[in-house]
Protein backbone atom coordinates (compact mmCIF):
# COMPACT_ATOMS: atom_id res chain seq x y z
CA UNK A 1 0.00 0.00 0.00
CA UNK A 2 2.71 2.58 0.98
CA UNK A 3 4.19 1.88 -2.51
CA UNK A 4 0.80 2.45 -3.95
CA UNK A 5 0.19 5.90 -2.59
CA UNK A 6 3.66 7.16 -4.16
CA UNK A 7 3.35 5.57 -7.48
CA UNK A 8 -0.17 5.96 -8.25
CA UNK A 9 -0.21 9.50 -7.71
CA UNK A 10 3.35 9.96 -9.19
CA UNK A 11 3.96 11.65 -6.35
CA UNK A 12 7.61 13.63 -7.09
CA UNK A 13 9.07 16.72 -8.22
CA UNK A 14 8.00 20.46 -6.73
CA UNK A 15 4.86 20.47 -9.39
CA UNK A 16 1.43 19.71 -7.53
CA UNK A 17 -0.54 18.96 -10.50
CA UNK A 18 -4.22 18.82 -9.92
CA UNK A 19 -4.52 14.91 -10.21
CA UNK A 20 -1.56 14.44 -8.03
CA UNK A 21 -3.11 16.72 -5.00
CA UNK A 22 -6.34 15.19 -5.66
CA UNK A 23 -4.65 11.66 -4.98
CA UNK A 24 -2.63 12.11 -2.37
CA UNK A 25 -4.73 14.43 0.00
CA UNK A 26 -7.98 11.85 -0.17
CA UNK A 27 -5.19 8.93 -0.05
CA UNK A 28 -7.65 7.76 -2.98
CA UNK A 29 -4.45 5.03 -4.04
CA UNK A 30 -5.64 3.36 -0.85
CA UNK A 31 -9.01 3.31 -1.33
CA UNK A 32 -8.20 1.86 -5.49
CA UNK A 33 -6.32 -1.20 -3.52
CA UNK A 34 -9.04 -1.76 -1.56
CA UNK A 35 -11.68 -1.91 -4.11
CA UNK A 36 -9.10 -4.47 -6.51
CA UNK A 37 -9.31 -6.68 -3.46
CA UNK A 38 -12.74 -6.83 -3.00
CA UNK A 39 -13.43 -7.08 -6.52
CA UNK A 40 -10.85 -10.45 -6.68
CA UNK A 41 -13.17 -11.53 -4.06
CA UNK A 42 -16.05 -11.29 -5.57
CA UNK A 43 -14.82 -13.09 -8.46
CA UNK A 44 -12.52 -15.62 -7.73
CA UNK A 45 -14.84 -16.64 -4.40
CA UNK A 46 -18.46 -18.71 -5.15
CA UNK A 47 -21.33 -17.17 -4.04
CA UNK A 48 -19.60 -14.28 -1.89
CA UNK A 49 -23.43 -13.05 -1.54
CA UNK A 50 -24.52 -15.67 0.05
CA UNK A 51 -21.52 -15.31 2.94
CA UNK A 52 -22.49 -11.57 3.09
CA UNK A 53 -26.25 -12.49 4.18
CA UNK A 54 -24.64 -14.23 6.86
CA UNK A 55 -24.02 -11.05 8.70
CA UNK A 56 -26.37 -10.53 11.42
CA UNK A 57 -29.38 -8.24 11.74
CA UNK A 58 -27.55 -5.91 13.65
CA UNK A 59 -24.79 -5.73 12.12
CA UNK A 60 -26.82 -4.87 8.74
CA UNK A 61 -28.92 -2.62 10.01
CA UNK A 62 -25.57 -1.02 11.87
CA UNK A 63 -24.37 -0.41 8.57
CA UNK A 64 -27.48 1.13 6.89
CA UNK A 65 -28.12 3.56 9.29
CA UNK A 66 -24.75 4.48 9.26
CA UNK A 67 -24.75 4.97 5.20
CA UNK A 68 -28.34 6.55 5.75
CA UNK A 69 -27.07 9.10 8.23
CA UNK A 70 -23.97 9.93 6.32
CA UNK A 71 -26.33 10.87 3.57
CA UNK A 72 -28.55 12.97 4.99
CA UNK A 73 -25.67 15.32 6.85
CA UNK A 74 -24.08 15.32 3.15
CA UNK A 75 -27.38 16.33 1.58
CA UNK A 76 -28.43 18.79 4.22
CA UNK A 77 -26.07 20.05 6.85
CA UNK A 78 -22.49 19.48 5.46
CA UNK A 79 -20.62 22.42 4.31
CA UNK A 80 -18.42 21.34 1.52
CA UNK A 81 -20.81 18.23 0.69
CA UNK A 82 -18.58 16.46 -1.66
CA UNK A 83 -16.37 15.62 0.92
CA UNK A 84 -18.89 14.43 3.16
CA UNK A 85 -19.83 12.09 -0.26
CA UNK A 86 -16.16 10.90 -0.63
CA UNK A 87 -15.88 9.71 2.50
CA UNK A 88 -19.08 7.83 2.37
CA UNK A 89 -18.02 6.22 -0.46
CA UNK A 90 -14.39 5.56 1.15
CA UNK A 91 -16.12 3.98 4.26
CA UNK A 92 -18.18 1.69 2.12
CA UNK A 93 -14.85 0.87 -0.23
CA UNK A 94 -13.05 0.21 3.48
CA UNK A 95 -16.00 -2.20 4.12
CA UNK A 96 -15.87 -4.29 1.00
CA UNK A 97 -12.45 -4.59 1.46
CA UNK A 98 -12.55 -5.98 5.13
CA UNK A 99 -15.14 -8.42 3.97
CA UNK A 100 -12.89 -9.15 0.88
CA UNK A 101 -9.74 -10.04 2.90
CA UNK A 102 -12.09 -12.36 5.40
CA UNK A 103 -13.18 -14.28 2.03
CA UNK A 104 -10.26 -14.91 0.26
CA UNK A 105 -8.41 -15.91 3.60
CA UNK A 106 -11.39 -18.44 4.61
CA UNK A 107 -11.49 -19.99 1.41
CA UNK A 108 -7.24 -20.34 1.40
CA UNK A 109 -6.99 -23.36 3.35
CA UNK A 110 -3.19 -23.68 3.75
CA UNK A 111 -1.33 -20.35 4.07
CA UNK A 112 2.03 -19.37 5.46
CA UNK A 113 0.28 -16.97 7.34
CA UNK A 114 3.66 -15.02 8.07
CA UNK A 115 4.21 -14.87 4.02
CA UNK A 116 1.08 -12.39 4.50
CA UNK A 117 3.75 -10.31 6.95
CA UNK A 118 6.44 -10.80 4.78
CA UNK A 119 5.34 -9.11 2.42
CA UNK A 120 3.31 -6.48 4.17
CA UNK A 121 6.85 -5.66 5.09
CA UNK A 122 8.49 -5.80 1.79
CA UNK A 123 6.03 -3.21 0.64
CA UNK A 124 6.71 -0.90 3.82
CA UNK A 125 10.49 -1.15 3.10
CA UNK A 126 10.17 -0.85 -1.09
CA UNK A 127 8.66 2.72 0.21
CA UNK A 128 11.16 3.10 2.97
CA UNK A 129 13.72 3.24 -0.19
CA UNK A 130 11.78 5.79 -1.97
CA UNK A 131 12.23 7.49 0.76
CA UNK A 132 15.48 7.45 1.35
CA UNK A 133 15.85 8.42 -1.92
CA UNK A 134 13.63 11.44 -2.17
CA UNK A 135 15.04 13.12 1.32
CA UNK A 136 19.06 12.52 -0.07
CA UNK A 137 18.06 14.33 -3.55
CA UNK A 138 16.48 17.29 -1.46
CA UNK A 139 18.97 17.83 1.73
CA UNK A 140 20.07 20.92 0.36
CA UNK A 141 16.82 21.97 -1.01
CA UNK A 142 15.59 25.10 1.17
CA UNK A 143 12.22 24.98 -0.83
CA UNK A 144 11.07 21.34 0.04
CA UNK A 145 8.27 21.30 2.05
CA UNK A 146 9.48 18.86 4.82
CA UNK A 147 6.08 18.51 6.51
CA UNK A 148 3.78 18.11 3.53
CA UNK A 149 5.66 16.92 0.95
CA UNK A 150 7.22 13.51 1.35
CA UNK A 151 6.47 10.98 -1.05
CA UNK A 152 2.72 9.35 -0.73
CA UNK A 153 2.41 11.44 2.76
CA UNK A 154 0.16 14.49 3.32
CA UNK A 155 1.78 15.26 6.59
CA UNK A 156 5.00 13.59 7.79
CA UNK A 157 3.21 12.51 11.20
CA UNK A 158 1.47 9.53 8.79
CA UNK A 159 4.95 8.21 8.98
CA UNK A 160 3.82 7.25 12.17
CA UNK A 161 0.96 4.85 10.78
CA UNK A 162 3.79 2.53 8.91
CA UNK A 163 6.03 2.79 11.27
CA UNK A 164 3.24 0.89 13.98
CA UNK A 165 2.22 -1.96 11.14
CA UNK A 166 6.25 -2.69 10.54
CA UNK A 167 6.94 -2.97 14.06
CA UNK A 168 3.85 -5.25 14.69
CA UNK A 169 4.32 -7.67 11.33
CA UNK A 170 7.88 -7.75 12.69
CA UNK A 171 6.62 -9.90 15.88
CA UNK A 172 5.32 -12.56 13.39
CA UNK A 173 9.24 -13.93 13.01
CA UNK A 174 10.74 -13.13 16.81
CA UNK A 175 9.00 -16.77 17.96
CA UNK A 176 11.85 -18.59 15.82
CA UNK A 177 15.07 -17.81 17.07
CA UNK A 178 16.33 -21.82 15.76
CA UNK A 179 15.87 -19.90 12.53
CA UNK A 180 18.39 -17.22 12.43
CA UNK A 181 17.62 -15.55 9.08
CA UNK A 182 13.86 -15.42 9.89
CA UNK A 183 14.69 -14.10 13.39
CA UNK A 184 17.17 -11.41 12.45
CA UNK A 185 14.87 -10.53 9.47
CA UNK A 186 12.33 -9.64 12.53
CA UNK A 187 15.11 -7.82 14.23
CA UNK A 188 16.04 -5.80 11.58
CA UNK A 189 12.81 -4.55 10.32
CA UNK A 190 11.36 -4.01 13.82
CA UNK A 191 14.56 -1.89 13.96
CA UNK A 192 14.02 0.05 11.03
CA UNK A 193 10.65 0.56 11.65
CA UNK A 194 11.14 2.37 14.94
CA UNK A 195 14.12 4.04 13.47
CA UNK A 196 11.55 5.38 10.92
CA UNK A 197 9.40 6.95 14.09
CA UNK A 198 12.07 8.80 15.97
CA UNK A 199 13.52 10.09 12.62
CA UNK A 200 9.94 11.63 11.44
CA UNK A 201 10.24 12.88 14.85
CA UNK A 202 6.48 11.10 15.49
CA UNK A 203 6.13 10.69 19.05
CA UNK A 204 2.79 9.37 18.75
CA UNK A 205 3.95 5.76 17.11
CA UNK A 206 5.98 5.56 19.62
CA UNK A 207 3.34 5.44 22.40
CA UNK A 208 1.32 3.73 20.82
CA UNK A 209 3.58 0.63 19.97
CA UNK A 210 4.16 0.19 23.18
CA UNK A 211 0.86 1.18 24.90
CA UNK A 212 -0.35 -1.84 22.94
CA UNK A 213 2.57 -3.81 23.96
CA UNK A 214 1.28 -3.54 27.45
CA UNK A 215 -1.71 -4.47 26.68
CA UNK A 216 -1.20 -7.31 24.48
CA UNK A 217 1.01 -8.92 27.07
CA UNK A 218 -2.13 -9.45 28.97
CA UNK A 219 -3.14 -11.92 26.36
CA UNK A 220 0.07 -13.18 24.47
CA UNK A 221 2.36 -14.80 26.60
CA UNK A 222 4.99 -14.89 24.39
CA UNK A 223 5.56 -10.68 25.07
CA UNK A 224 5.98 -11.43 28.78
CA UNK A 225 9.12 -13.41 28.46
CA UNK A 226 12.51 -12.15 28.82
CA UNK A 227 13.57 -13.41 25.19
CA UNK A 228 11.19 -10.31 23.67
CA UNK A 229 12.00 -8.19 26.21
CA UNK A 230 15.48 -8.21 25.38
CA UNK A 231 14.62 -8.51 21.26
CA UNK A 232 12.60 -5.24 22.41
CA UNK A 233 15.37 -3.64 23.98
CA UNK A 234 17.69 -4.47 21.46
CA UNK A 235 15.47 -3.32 18.42
CA UNK A 236 14.89 -0.13 20.28
CA UNK A 237 18.37 1.09 20.67
CA UNK A 238 19.47 0.07 16.99
CA UNK A 239 16.67 1.95 16.00
CA UNK A 240 17.57 4.93 18.07
CA UNK A 241 20.89 4.16 16.67
CA UNK A 242 19.87 4.67 13.22
CA UNK A 243 17.71 7.43 13.72
CA UNK A 244 20.27 9.55 15.49
CA UNK A 245 22.97 8.24 12.20
CA UNK A 246 20.71 9.50 10.12
CA UNK A 247 20.62 13.15 8.46
CA UNK A 248 17.52 15.41 10.13
CA UNK A 249 16.37 17.71 6.96
CA UNK A 250 13.90 19.91 9.51
CA UNK A 251 13.82 20.99 13.18
CA UNK A 252 10.49 19.06 13.14
CA UNK A 253 12.18 15.87 13.03
CA UNK A 254 14.87 13.35 14.74
CA UNK A 255 14.60 12.40 18.62
CA UNK A 256 15.74 16.24 19.67
CA UNK A 257 12.26 17.11 18.13
CA UNK A 258 10.63 14.29 20.46
CA UNK A 259 12.21 15.03 23.55
CA UNK A 260 12.05 19.07 23.23
CA UNK A 261 8.29 19.05 22.45
CA UNK A 262 8.10 16.88 25.58
CA UNK A 263 10.40 19.10 27.54
CA UNK A 264 9.82 22.64 26.59
CA UNK A 265 5.87 22.08 26.75
CA UNK A 266 5.53 20.30 30.15
CA UNK A 267 4.00 23.70 31.72
CA UNK A 268 0.34 23.36 30.18
CA UNK A 269 -1.32 20.33 28.93
CA UNK A 270 -2.32 22.07 25.67
CA UNK A 271 1.19 22.53 24.96
CA UNK A 272 2.57 19.69 25.80
CA UNK A 273 -0.30 18.04 23.69
CA UNK A 274 0.74 20.16 20.94
CA UNK A 275 -2.56 22.38 20.88
CA UNK A 276 -4.98 19.15 21.16
CA UNK A 277 -6.91 20.46 24.54
CA UNK A 278 -8.04 23.59 22.35
CA UNK A 279 -9.38 21.74 19.50
CA UNK A 280 -10.79 19.33 21.65
CA UNK A 281 -12.58 21.84 23.70
CA UNK A 282 -13.98 23.88 20.09
CA UNK A 283 -15.08 20.19 18.98
CA UNK A 284 -16.95 19.49 22.20
CA UNK A 285 -18.59 22.91 21.52
CA UNK A 286 -19.28 22.25 18.51
CA UNK A 287 -21.28 18.77 18.78
CA UNK A 288 -22.96 19.88 21.54
CA UNK A 289 -24.98 22.74 18.72
CA UNK A 290 -25.90 19.44 16.91
CA UNK A 291 -25.48 16.82 18.93
CA UNK A 292 -27.78 14.65 17.22
CA UNK A 293 -26.79 13.66 13.38
CA UNK A 294 -23.41 15.54 13.40
CA UNK A 295 -22.01 17.96 10.33
CA UNK A 296 -21.15 15.33 8.01
CA UNK A 297 -17.80 13.85 7.58
CA UNK A 298 -14.39 15.52 6.85
CA UNK A 299 -16.20 19.21 8.02
CA UNK A 300 -13.76 19.69 11.31
CA UNK A 301 -11.61 21.87 9.38
CA UNK A 302 -14.23 24.45 8.06
CA UNK A 303 -16.87 24.50 11.44
CA UNK A 304 -14.42 24.12 14.22
CA UNK A 305 -12.69 27.78 14.34
CA UNK A 306 -9.60 25.94 16.50
CA UNK A 307 -8.73 23.94 13.50
CA UNK A 308 -7.61 27.10 12.28
CA UNK A 309 -8.55 25.92 8.66
CA UNK A 310 -5.78 23.48 8.45
CA UNK A 311 -6.09 20.23 10.54
CA UNK A 312 -9.10 18.27 9.28
CA UNK A 313 -9.86 15.88 11.97
CA UNK A 314 -9.90 16.46 15.95
CA UNK A 315 -7.11 14.35 16.43
CA UNK A 316 -9.23 11.97 19.13
CA UNK A 317 -11.75 9.40 17.02
CA UNK A 318 -14.22 9.61 19.71
CA UNK A 319 -14.85 13.54 18.85
CA UNK A 320 -14.47 12.99 15.40
CA UNK A 321 -17.19 10.44 15.00
CA UNK A 322 -19.46 12.48 17.24
CA UNK A 323 -19.10 15.62 15.05
CA UNK A 324 -19.63 14.13 11.83
CA UNK A 325 -22.37 11.75 12.79
CA UNK A 326 -24.09 12.77 16.29
CA UNK A 327 -24.78 10.74 19.46
CA UNK A 328 -26.65 8.57 16.97
CA UNK A 329 -24.12 8.14 14.44
CA UNK A 330 -21.60 7.59 16.96
CA UNK A 331 -23.49 5.25 18.82
CA UNK A 332 -24.20 3.05 16.49
CA UNK A 333 -20.61 3.00 15.10
CA UNK A 334 -18.72 2.59 18.48
CA UNK A 335 -21.20 -0.11 18.98
CA UNK A 336 -20.73 -2.08 16.00
CA UNK A 337 -16.72 -1.72 16.76
CA UNK A 338 -17.59 -2.88 20.28
CA UNK A 339 -19.44 -5.83 18.98
CA UNK A 340 -16.66 -6.94 16.46
CA UNK A 341 -13.94 -6.64 19.18
CA UNK A 342 -16.14 -9.28 21.19
CA UNK A 343 -16.87 -11.30 18.59
CA UNK A 344 -13.11 -11.41 17.95
CA UNK A 345 -12.59 -12.41 21.44
CA UNK A 346 -14.66 -15.18 21.46
CA UNK A 347 -13.33 -16.43 18.12
CA UNK A 348 -9.80 -16.60 19.38
CA UNK A 349 -10.27 -17.67 22.68
CA UNK A 350 -10.04 -14.65 24.63
CA UNK A 351 -7.48 -13.30 22.45
CA UNK A 352 -5.25 -16.09 23.17
CA UNK A 353 -5.06 -17.67 19.80
CA UNK A 354 -5.16 -14.74 17.85
CA UNK A 355 -1.58 -13.83 16.20
CA UNK A 356 0.83 -11.09 17.71
CA UNK A 357 0.74 -8.78 14.70
CA UNK A 358 -3.23 -8.56 14.36
CA UNK A 359 -3.44 -8.16 17.70
CA UNK A 360 -0.71 -5.15 18.01
CA UNK A 361 -2.26 -3.60 14.57
CA UNK A 362 -5.36 -3.69 16.46
CA UNK A 363 -4.76 -2.46 19.56
CA UNK A 364 -1.82 -0.25 18.78
CA UNK A 365 -4.21 1.83 16.36
CA UNK A 366 -7.13 1.82 18.28
CA UNK A 367 -5.17 3.24 21.10
CA UNK A 368 -3.09 5.54 18.37
CA UNK A 369 -6.35 6.80 17.21
CA UNK A 370 -6.97 8.43 20.88
CA UNK A 371 -4.74 11.21 20.18
CA UNK A 372 -4.22 11.58 16.46
CA UNK A 373 -6.25 10.33 13.08
CA UNK A 374 -5.13 7.16 12.77
CA UNK A 375 -9.25 6.37 12.26
CA UNK A 376 -9.41 9.25 9.80
CA UNK A 377 -6.09 8.21 7.31
CA UNK A 378 -7.22 5.82 4.73
CA UNK A 379 -4.09 3.32 5.12
CA UNK A 380 -4.45 2.85 9.70
CA UNK A 381 -7.98 2.18 8.84
CA UNK A 382 -7.22 -0.33 5.91
CA UNK A 383 -4.48 -1.64 8.32
CA UNK A 384 -6.91 -2.11 11.38
CA UNK A 385 -9.52 -3.58 8.59
CA UNK A 386 -7.36 -5.70 7.42
CA UNK A 387 -5.98 -7.11 10.75
CA UNK A 388 -9.57 -7.85 12.31
CA UNK A 389 -10.49 -9.64 9.30
CA UNK A 390 -6.95 -12.17 8.80
CA UNK A 391 -7.53 -13.06 12.33
CA UNK A 392 -11.38 -13.60 12.30
CA UNK A 393 -10.36 -15.67 8.84
CA UNK A 394 -7.78 -18.07 10.93
CA UNK A 395 -8.02 -21.54 11.62
CA UNK A 396 -10.55 -21.91 15.06
CA UNK A 397 -8.00 -23.80 17.62
CA UNK A 398 -9.88 -26.97 18.49
CA UNK A 399 -10.91 -26.97 21.76
CA UNK A 400 -8.75 -29.01 24.22
CA UNK A 401 -10.45 -32.48 25.25
CA UNK A 402 -11.65 -33.31 28.58
CA UNK A 403 -10.01 -34.65 31.20
CA UNK A 404 -10.73 -37.90 31.44
CA UNK A 405 -12.67 -39.10 35.17
CA UNK A 406 -10.30 -40.79 37.55
Known amino acids: MPVAMVVIPWDFGAVITIYRAFMRG ?69 ILFGFGVFLIFMEVNAIDRRMVWKTILLGLFTYIVILIFVVVQNLDNVNFDWIGGLPGMPNVRQLGYLSVVGFAASTAFIDQPHRSS ?15 AIWSGTRGSLIAVFAALSLSALFKKELRTSHFGGWLMASLIVGIAIAWALAIPHEA ?8 SIHENY ?28 YGERQFQFIVPEAQGGFKQPHNFILQYLLQWGFVGAGIFFYLIFQSILHLYRKT ?58
Do not use: C
Open 182 to 196: VYILGFFTASISLAL
Open 253 to 260: FGFGRIIG
Open 26 to 94: LSLPIMILEMLVAILAIQQIAHPAQKLRNLTLKYKLGIVSLVLIALYTSIFVAIEPYLSIISLYMWIIH
Open 267 to 294: DTVNKLSSGRGEMWAGTINKILERPIFG
Open 349 to 406: NRFFDIGQPELLIISSILFYSLYDGALFAPYSIAMLIFAFAFALAAPTQPAPAPAADR
